[in-house]
Each structure stands twice: as structure tokens, then as C-alpha cells.
Nanobody, 114 residues
Framework: QVHVVESGGGLVQPGGSLRLSCTAS????????MGWFRQAPGKQRELVAS?????????GNIGLVKGRFIISADNANHTISLQMSSLEPEDTDVYYC??????WGQGTQVTVSS
């Protein structure tokens, strides 16, 4: 069993920054993939970015976050982070962490508003 916990969401003004963190614990593997997804009410959950323990990174809709979001991993602690900058109101969503293939966190709300 893998337990996934996110932290770091909150309210930020447009143009501001937030850092999300996600830690997986329990029956984790040394080789893994973890990622961040986001979901707005009534919409499908979509990939923001994923990262493997080997450092391979994949972005979802690149146009949405290119140059603004950075994903990183701390393999020793099975923790990934998402550094978000130049945030826009359109980035307001619940952000979920996934320990692939199917271990989800509970989600953390990110609200970008003045």
C-alpha cells in the first residue's frame, strides 16, 4: 500500500508563486514515476507534469505551463515538488499528486485571485 500526501496549496495573487510538495510512503519502489495533475469542477483531470526516479520529465499541455512550472524529485524521500511561478487565475484548480500507476493523493486547492 502506498500513501500519498500533498501540501503547499493556497491563495495567491496573479503573478505570484507557490510550491507544491508530494510525498509517497509505504510500499514504494526505488524506480518510480510520480506526477502532478489538476482538475477544475466538471472537467477531466489533466496532467501538469510527471517525473521519473531517473529524472525524465513529461509535461501535459505544454502551452499551459511552459516556462512557468518546474517539477523536481527527491528520490531518497520519494518526494516531488512543483514550483509554480507567474501564476494566472486560469491556474486555479485542485492539484493532485499521483504515484503511478494509481495511488492518488487527496488533492490541494490552488486559488489565484486578487
Amino acid at each position: 500500500q502506498v500513501h500519498v500526501v500533498e501540501s503547499g496549496g493556497g491563495l495567491v495573487q496573479p503573478g505570484g508563486s507557490l510550491r507544491l510538495s508530494c510525498t509517497a510512503s509505504g510500499t514504494t519502489m526505488s524506480i518510480y514515476t510520480m506526477g502532478w495533475f489538476r482538475q477544475a469542477p466538471g472537467k477531466q483531470r489533466e496532467l501538469v507534469a510527471s517525473i521519473t526516479s531517473g529524472g525524465s520529465i513529461k509535461f501535459g499541455n505544454i502551452g499551459l505551463v511552459k516556462g512557468r512550472f518546474i517539477i523536481s524529485a527527491d528520490n531518497a524521500n520519494h518526494t516531488i515538488s512543483l514550483q509554480m511561478s507567474s501564476l494566472e487565475p486560469e491556474d486555479t484548480d485542485v492539484y493532485y499528486c499521483l504515484y503511478f500507476p494509481d495511488h492518488w493523493g487527496q488533492g490541494t486547492q490552488v486559488t489565484v485571485s486578487s
